[in-house]
């Protein structure tokens, strides 16, 4: 038995009872059922509220699933593009890097001495993830 049952079977009892308003103890008694109704009420709300919020969670989570996957999958995409290499310029010795769309192209301007850099494949270093070493 639920509340809310619980308290119609309290208010059908004090009916049963002919329970006198006019007393003290009536006042008392059928205040007390008025109450608890009001409770028994007001928990119900509370119930489909908290329902409604669960609801509202789940969907909010699972956008947020849809948000991680999205943001993953464009990291894992940016690294594939965003290939990085390092070389040595032959004329200053100053360290370059470039990427893919500049090693299609077959050379690149130094930065420093301004030396046409023509490449040779094999002197490349993927410095993708390289660490500060000096
Ligand atoms: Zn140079």
Known sequence: MGIAEKIAYLKGLAEGLKLDEETKEGKVLLAVIDVLADISDELEELEDEICELEEGIDAVSEDLSDVEE?????DEEDEDEDECYATTCPSCEEEIFFDDSILEEGE???????EKLEF?????????????ED
């Open 70 to 74: 999205c943001l993953y999958e464009e």
């Open 120 to 132: 040779d494949l094999s002197d490349l270093a993927n410095a993708t993830g390289m660490d500060d």
């Open 108 to 114: 690149v301007i130094c930065p420093n001495c301004g």
